[in-house]
């Protein structure tokens, strides 16, 4: 159980730090392409090499997967969207503003499950609704006269991240269950791969920019943006079940502010940190109904 817990908020604190790392390598001049191109390429390395030295446990557990990989990779293009929309977010406005417009995927997942599979929301999730969008505007220091002409385009990115991201869960909790965790990462990071290389060409592998911080920055957010996470999640969840899952994965907030703060010393006051936990009080409140029901994904 505690293995599972630590290993739950480790996934969710790696994808937290993601947005500092980013502002970092913008810092050293990076662009867009550059910055996710590098994430793609050498986190599906990284993932089709621990596939290649697990393929014995990983026949062992998942020997003849119906689902086409074709259609793995064609999901993971929504993860791939969101890395190219989320960044560009973080280009243009604070980092602990990006994160905040992330968080709106809770809304918008119920939203997506009222329209595709006629699925209500339940009261709890209304009310969390009705927090969430009110505390965004006190978490991102609307409310301050500095803070009011915050860059429409980077607003637009954020929400545009959120719906791709909500899209990304959507998939990846109905698709390629059948598959091993770690065969479906790589496929799908594969398919997100792909698509920003058709958006942006790797000219990265061939102009020499690899000689320069690129390569760290590639491989740090290569490991905490699509390694790390998704083994820990794979291993954690079964452990403590989904519901107590959900909760824990709200620290990805936290974390991402306190390092915008700390590390890019972006201004994070009082009113900012209130609305911070109200947020994360509006994500973790649907699962509270869930926390004394039995949970299919928990071993016993």
């Known amino acids: 159980m505690v293995k599972g817990i630590l ?19 913008y810092a050293d001049g990076y662009h867009l392409g550059d910055v996710t191109g590098t994430q793609a390429f050498f986190g599906a390395l990284m993932l089709w090499a621990l596939c290649f030295f697990s393929r014995k446990k990983i026949r062992k557990k998942a020997p003849a997967p119906h689902t086409h990989w074709a259609w793995l990779m064609l999901a993971g293009c929504s993860t791939g969207l ?9 280009k243009l406005i604070p980092a602990s503003m990006a994160i905040i417009l992330l968080m709106q995927f809770v809304w918008i997942s119920m939203l997506l499950e009222l329209l595709i599979f006629k699925k209500r929301p339940t009261l709890l999730q209304l009310l969390a609704v009705v927090l969430l969008i009110p505390s965004t505007l006190l978490a991102s220091g609307y409310f301050q006269s500095e803070q009011n002409e915050l ?5 637009l990115y954020g929400l545009l991240a959120a719906f791709t991201y909500a ?8 698709l390629g269950n059948d598959h091993h965790p770690l065969r479906k990462s790589a496929l799908m990071i594969s398919g997100a791969c792909l ?18 911080s690129l390569l760290k920055w590639g491989l740090v957010l290569a490991a905490f943006g699509t390694v790390i996470p998704p083994l820990c999640f794979a291993s954690g969840i079964p452990k403590i079940g989904l519901t107590l899952s959900a909760i824990l994965s709200a620290a990805e907030l936290p974390v991402a502010v306190l390092m915008s703060s700390l590390v890019l010393l972006e201004p994070v006051g009082l009113d900012r940190w209130t609305g911070v936990c109200i947020i994360l009080f509006a994500v973790i409140l649907p699962n509270l109904e869930n926390l004394k029901k039995p949970n299919i994904f928990k071993q016993t």
Do not use: E, H, M
Not at 151 to 155: H, I, K, T
């Open 7 to 25: 290993l739950v908020l480790l996934g969710a604190c790696s994808f937290g730090i993601l947005s500092t790392f980013v502002k970092l390598a």
């Open 195 to 212: 698509l920003i290389f058709i958006l942006f060409p790797p000219f990265f592998l061939i102009n020499g920019t690899l000689g320069g």
């Open 82 to 90: 969101v890395s190219v929309l989320y960044y560009q977010c973080v």
């Open 167 to 174: 899209l990304f869960l959507l998939l990846n909790g109905r």
């Open 151 to 155: 860059n429409p385009q980077g607003l």
